[in-house]
């Protein structure tokens, strides 16, 4: 997912490590996580649910645990089935819990055959300790406030906000520095063990392949059969992966609009330069007078873009959408483009927020970052931004900037991505990937030396399951049989 930062509309997918760090304690330490008896029980009708035990703390064993939420779709034949494939959707802050519920629909047949599909809510994520910030009001208005400082006042409420924010964060979360995703990947590896699997199988859609890359990085020997689709680069600083993300923002729009203008119902005209520009008034327009919706909810230029950028991710069902969201912004209503922003945040009618995907994403972020620039140096990089995406630069040049205010974020504990040897895993890049872009895929086969790049020519975000035989074939193959494609292979929606 796309990160909602602070007054900013688009922020980052998330901020990237890269530094040295001390070790985890010995493993013998944890034995008492490892050798934990789940229970589970029956839930949702075909499913069975429990909860996995891990430290709060793994440098100080004594701060307690978090209880972590788990559910598990078991193997159709158990006399056949090869172990369990753990899976994570992305975020941070997606529910593998929800995820997994949707096994039926996220991996083949043959796959549900032979492994038990096993999803968890990462610590801090859904049912395991959440970190809560802001109430439904308070959300509201955070993803419709002002998206880009113009001026020294905005830029000064951009702080202001980004203090009172961390501020609710501490208060209604304890432990809140125990969050990162560097602890998740140890979490991952007591789950592992508690199920019983020699090696871990996962699947990890956009952050949970950072998730995987992690944990390879900490335990590569217990790395099973590994799918990581929609890849993110993990050695990225925060303004490399922003000014990527961007561009693959920028990308995925163009492809939007030249495919709108073969259209008789598109609301844009002209070459893709006239329509880009359309779109750039629009956006200046709704940051002076806001769009009008049926529930009376203003919809404000941080919206239309949050409903664009959501837009991008599913080109088959979301860009009807956005034609329609477009044509219906030139009679005043910004109806689609709110829709489209409700979807992207979690938002249901009733003005509640399913999860809480946006305070564990921003809280994620930003323990994850390795250092924050200061204040001048995101104020000098905003032309870089705005000149190499005009439309989503603006938006993602302050996106971490919010993360300084968080305690202790910028000392966190980190590791060193490496380039390393593991079995061979399997990494998918979409061409036209607005959230991850394809070069961070070319760059975590680098990185994995024993993997073999599938590239997916096609739009949207990630690539398995979107309707190409050809990625999905070469999936399930690998997770049934451990076989990879012999070379890097190209498939086309």
Same mark, same amino acid.
């Given at each position: 997912?796309?990160?909602?930062?602070?007054?900013?509309?688009?922020?980052?997918?998330?901020?990237?490590?890269?530094?040295?760090?001390?070790?985890?304690?010995?493993?013998?330490?944890?034995?008492?996580?490892?050798?934990?008896?789940?229970?589970?029980?029956?839930?949702?009708g075909?499913?069975?649910?429990?909860?996995?035990?891990?430290?709060?703390?793994?440098?100080?064993?004594?701060?307690?645990?978090?209880?972590?939420?788990?559910?598990?779709?078991?193997?159709?034949?158990?006399?056949?089935?090869?172990?369990?494939?753990?899976?994570?959707?992305?975020?941070? *802050?997606? $529910?593998?819990?929800? /995820?997994?519920?949707?096994?039926?629909?996220?991996?083949? &047949? =043959?796959?549900?055959? #032979? +492994?038990?599909?096993?999803?968890?809510?990462?610590?801090?994520?859904?049912?395991?300790?959440p970190?809560?910030?802001?109430?439904?009001?308070?959300?509201?208005?955070?993803?419709?406030?002002?998206?880009?400082?113009?001026?020294?006042?905005?830029?000064?409420?951009?702080?202001?906000?980004a203090?009172?924010?961390?501020?609710?964060?501490?208060?209604?979360?304890?432990h809140?520095?125990?969050?990162?995703?560097?602890?998740?990947?140890?979490?991952?590896?007591?789950?592992?063990?508690?199920?019983?699997?020699?090696?871990?199988?996962?699947? *990890?859609? $956009?952050?949970?392949? /950072?998730?995987?890359?992690?944990?390879?990085?900490?335990? &590569? =020997?217990?790395?099973? #059969? +590994?799918?990581?689709?929609?890849?993110?680069?993990?050695?990225?600083?925060?303004?490399?992966?922003?000014?990527?993300?961007?561009?693959?923002?920028?990308?995925?729009?163009?492809?939007?609009?030249?495919?709108?203008?073969?259209?008789?119902?598109?609301?844009?005209?002209?070459?893709?330069?006239?329509?880009?520009?359309?779109?750039?008034?629009?956006?200046?327009?709704?940051?002076?007078?806001?769009?009008?919706?049926?529930?009376?909810?203003?919809?404000?230029?941080?919206?239309?873009l949050?409903?664009?950028?959501?837009?991008?991710?599913?080109?088959? $069902?979301?860009?009807?959408?956005?034609?329609d969201?477009?044509?219906?912004?030139?009679?005043?209503?910004?109806?689609? +483009?709110?829709?489209?922003?409700?979807?992207?945040?979690?938002?249901?009618?009733?003005?509640?927020?399913l999860?809480?995907?946006?305070?564990?994403?921003?809280?994620?972020?930003?323990?994850?970052?390795?250092?924050?620039?200061?204040?001048?140096?995101?104020?000098?990089?905003?032309?870089?931004?705005?000149e190499?995406?005009?439309?989503?630069?603006?938006?993602?040049?302050?996106?971490?900037?919010?993360?300084?205010?968080?305690?202790?974020?910028?000392?966190?504990?980190?590791i060193?991505?490496?380039?390393?040897?593991?079995?061979?895993?399997?990494?998918?890049?979409?061409?036209?990937?607005?959230?991850?872009?394809?070069?961070?895929?070319?760059?975590?086969?680098?990185? +994995?030396?024993s993997?073999?790049?599938?590239?997916?020519?096609?739009d949207?975000?990630?690539?398995?399951?979107?309707?190409?035989?050809?990625?999905?074939?070469?999936?399930?193959?690998?997770?049934?049989?451990?076989?990879?494609?012999?070379?890097?292979?190209?498939?086309?929606?």
């Open positions: 997912m796309i990160h909602r930062n602070i007054a900013v509309a688009l922020a980052s997918l998330l901020l990237l490590t890269s530094c040295a760090a001390s070790e985890p304690k010995p493993l013998s330490s944890l034995t008492k996580y490892q050798t934990q008896e789940l229970k589970w029980r029956d839930c949702y075909n499913y069975q649910c429990s909860n996995l035990l891990v430290p709060i703390d793994y440098q100080d064993l004594s701060v307690g645990a978090f209880s972590l939420a788990l559910l598990r779709y078991q193997a159709l034949d158990q006399d056949r089935r090869i172990g369990s494939l753990v899976v994570n959707p992305g975020g941070p *802050g997606a $529910s593998g819990v929800d /995820y997994a519920y949707n096994a039926e629909l996220i991996v083949g &047949p =043959e796959i549900l055959e #032979r +492994f038990d599909i096993v999803g968890f809510d990462p610590r801090g994520v859904g049912d395991s300790a970190i809560k910030c802001l109430n439904d009001s308070e959300t509201d208005a955070s993803f419709a406030a002002d998206s880009k400082p113009d001026n020294d006042t905005e830029f000064a409420l951009l702080i202001s906000d203090k009172e924010y961390f501020a609710k964060c501490a208060t209604n979360t304890k809140l520095t125990a969050y990162s995703t560097l602890n998740s990947a140890r979490d991952l590896e007591i789950l592992r063990s508690v199920l019983g699997d020699r090696k871990l199988n996962f699947l *990890g859609k $956009s952050y949970g392949t /950072y998730l995987g890359t992690l944990y390879a990085e900490l335990f &590569p =020997e217990n790395v099973g #059969r +590994f799918v990581l689709d929609g890849a993110v680069d993990p050695n990225s600083n925060n303004r490399e992966a922003m000014i990527g993300q961007a561009t693959g923002f920028e990308t995925a729009l163009n492809a939007f609009i030249s495919d709108c203008l073969k259209r008789k119902n598109c609301a844009l005209t002209g070459d893709l330069l006239t329509a880009r520009n359309q779109v750039s008034d629009l956006l200046a327009k709704t940051s002076i007078t806001p769009l009008k919706s049926r529930s009376g909810r203003d919809v404000t230029e941080s919206l239309v949050v409903g664009i950028a959501s837009a991008l991710y599913y080109s088959a $069902s979301d860009w009807p959408v956005l034609r969201a477009f044509k219906e912004a030139t009679l005043g209503s910004g109806e689609s +483009f709110l829709s489209l922003a409700d979807q992207y945040a979690g938002r249901q009618e009733d003005g509640s927020y999860g809480n995907e946006n305070d564990a994403l921003q809280v994620i972020d930003c323990l994850d970052q390795k250092e924050i620039d200061t204040i001048s140096a995101f104020k000098n990089g905003f032309a870089e931004f705005s190499k995406a005009p439309i989503f630069g603006p938006y993602l040049a302050y996106a971490g900037l919010a993360c300084r205010y968080l305690p202790n974020s910028g000392s966190m504990e980190q060193e991505i490496k380039n390393f040897k593991t079995t061979p895993v399997l990494i998918i890049g979409t061409t036209r990937d607005p959230a991850t872009p394809y070069k961070w895929a070319q760059s975590l086969a680098k990185v +994995f030396s993997s073999i790049l599938i590239t997916l020519d096609g949207g975000h990630t690539g398995h399951g979107r309707g190409s035989i050809c990625v999905d074939s070469a999936v399930d193959r690998y997770l049934l049989t451990g076989a990879t494609p012999k070379s890097e292979l190209l498939c086309a929606n």
